[in-house]
Every structure is written in C-alpha cells, then in structure tokens.
C-alpha cells in the first residue's frame, strides 16, 4: 500500500525556521517525484517544490526560492522540506505527495510564467500525505 506521512509542522516566530518531513511507504522516492504543496485557509492549493532523485531536479515556486530548501534521503526513503526565514503568509497546511506515473518532477511543472515562477501541477500528483499544519506568527 502507498503511503506518505508528513510530519514537523508547528508554530514558529516570523524569521524562524522548520523543517517537514514526508515518510514514504510502498514506493521508492528514488524512482517517482515527491512534491510539496501547501494550502492557507480561503486559498487555492499552491505548490511549493517538487524533488526527483532520478535525475537530481528540483523546482521551487517563486514564493519559497531562496528560503525553503527540499531533499532526500534514499536510505530513509524520505524527503525533506526545510523551510527558513518564515512569513506570517507562509502559514498554511502543508501536504506531499507522489506521482507514480512519471519518474521525473519536471514533468509535473510548468514553467514560464515570469511572475509566478515554476508551477507544480498539484492535480497530477496521485498518492498525498495527510498534512501538518504551520503556523507563522508575526
């Protein structure tokens, strides 16, 4: 059976820092991309990265380049999202998930958009965690 777990979500002070991890079950994180997403309450799902170990991508939104960083751990078949210099805006449910149908994140992404940066198509992503909750105070 696939499973993913996140887990490390908190409350933290604005400038402050967490870091999320998805356990992954039933598949390898090797072989399939692994995403980040996050949804505030009132607002759209929104992607935050995505990470494929196959071929050593990873894609941010604009919103978390420079301060949130994703990796894996293949032994621990887990990925990782460290998230730094927190805003207030950054509170929200954050989720992962995987897309068993491709090997690769890039093919979740659309790219292009000089505003919004890369855009991690949540709505292919088959098999999602259960969420944990960050809570950024100002």
């Known amino acids: 059976e696939v499973q993913l777990q996140a887990s490390g979500g908190g409350l933290v002070q604005t400038g402050g820092s967490l870091r999320l991890s998805c356990a992954a079950s039933?598949?390898?994180?090797?072989?399939?991309?692994i995403g980040w997403f996050r949804q505030a309450p009132g607002k759209e799902r929104e992607g935050v990265g995505c990470?494929?170990?196959?071929?050593?991508?990873?894609y941010y939104a604009r919103s978390a380049k420079g301060r949130f960083t994703i990796s894996a751990d293949s032994a621990k078949n887990t990925v990782y999202l460290q998230m730094d210099s927190l805003k207030p805006e950054d509170t929200a449910v954050y989720y992962c998930?995987?897309?068993?149908?491709?090997?690769?994140?890039?093919?979740?992404?659309?790219?292009?958009?000089?505003?919004?940066?890369?855009?991690?198509?949540?709505?292919?992503?088959?098999?999602w965690g259960q969420g944990t909750l960050v809570t950024v105070s100002s």
């Open positions: 998930a995987g897309d068993l149908s491709t090997r690769y994140c890039g093919a979740t992404v659309t790219t292009g958009d000089p505003l919004r940066g890369p855009f991690i198509r949540w709505y292919e992503y088959d098999h």
């Open positions: 039933g598949f390898t994180t090797d072989e399939h991309p």
């Open positions: 990470i494929s170990t196959s071929d050593g991508r990873v």
